[in-house]
């Protein structure tokens, strides 16, 4: 971590110097680090969006934005994609390591018991209205569950820590999947435990009672993927609130909570309803044109959804697997012309050479396909930001628990620039204009 390099700030009104250690990571960028900053300066650093700023030390996930690299663990997204699981990924992100076959069927056991929810939890439900954003009954239900599981809210019980990482991985699907029930008014299908993670999930969102569910297993492979792909993403606007969140000492349910509603906005996790609904509005190919005008309009707020990243200046390695993906559904489904693939390949293709694109070094990102395939699966665009929750939740509760155990970690409480009114005196109400 420490390394012997250090910079030096200077003042350039007094000539007064100050030296701050330089840390270094495993890879990626070196940090300045400026914990004394304010003690021994009298000054802060100042970092609206937390362009410059690394918020903690982490072990779990590593991005290389200028070429394109995610890692889990040390492990390539591309290839856990290709030959790992989302179970597998899960235990990765919570332990360290990849599991051993033992691990491996002892942790889809334990995560398999804990599919269920309470059975009480059905009435909150009832209170929504039918019409109700999933992502809201989300947001509520899992803050909600901190209410019914008071035996593992200790944080400072690293076993009750890992029994609610556990409960929150597991009941996850089942949370979601009723949300998607209630706004369709149909019943509730129970879990279903000798079935995969991403297989009872679908079950779940797509079987009645009344008949037996068919699996179809290249959509099976698909979701267990695109679970994998949305698992953890280092230190995005979510889990940022869940650690900001955690930092007080909150239960895991509540800042998983907080996790879904950070998630939910256009510029995060609610890109990919964002990107359908624009496809959509977009309708056909003649029309790409004027979007990518009002796009690159500096008057205009619409912006190429599906496109761009804080981190990534390159292609999303995520996306690259997402359109592999994509193809091979429409293909298993028998999809053989999508008009709005069709017409997504094509913008794709036109932002790729465009120099508005090229210059800003805006390349596709994970959500630019995956709303088709959701799609195509028969998922309500409503739907398409709560499978992304169902796979950040176990990057967020890895982070978490990361976050508790390490020794460092303090309450998140940064400060500002006040440029507001300073003191004065009070105004009488007969005196104010
Ligand atoms: N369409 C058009 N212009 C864009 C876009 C876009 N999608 N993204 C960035 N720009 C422009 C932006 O106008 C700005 O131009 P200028 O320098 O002339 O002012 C420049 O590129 C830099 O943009 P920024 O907003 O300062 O960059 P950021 O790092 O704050 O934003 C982002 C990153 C993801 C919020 C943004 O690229 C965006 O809004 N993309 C569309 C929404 C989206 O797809 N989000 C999903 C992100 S990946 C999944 C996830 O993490 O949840």
Redesign the pocket.
Known sequence: MSSNRSVTLSDDSNGKTWKFPVLAGSTGPDVIDVRKLYGDTGMFTYDP?F?STGSCESKITYIDGDEGILLHRGYNIAELAERSDFMEVAYLLLNGELPTAEEKADFIHTISRHTMLHEQITTFYRGFRRDAHPMAVCCGVVGALSAFYHDSLDINDPHQRMISAHRLIAKMPTIAAMAYKYSAGQPFMYPQNNLSYAGNFLRMLFGVPAEEYVMNPVIEKAMDRILMLHAD?EQ???TSTVRLAGSSGANPFACIAAGIAS?WG???????E??LNMLQHIGDRKNIGTFLSR??D?NDH??????????YKNY?PRATVMRKTCHEVLASLGIKDDPLLDLAMEMEQIALKDE??VS?K?YP????YSGIIFRAIGIPVSMFTVL?AVARTTGWIAQWREMIEDPQSKIGRPRQLYTGQTERPYVPIHARK
């Open positions: 969006g362009t993403h995005n606007a979510s998630l256009p510029s995060h996790g609610g890109a990919n964002a990107v796009v690159k500096k619409t912006r190429l959804m599906g496109f761009g990243h804080r981190v999303d508005y694109f800003k805006l990102n994970v959500d630019f992304f």
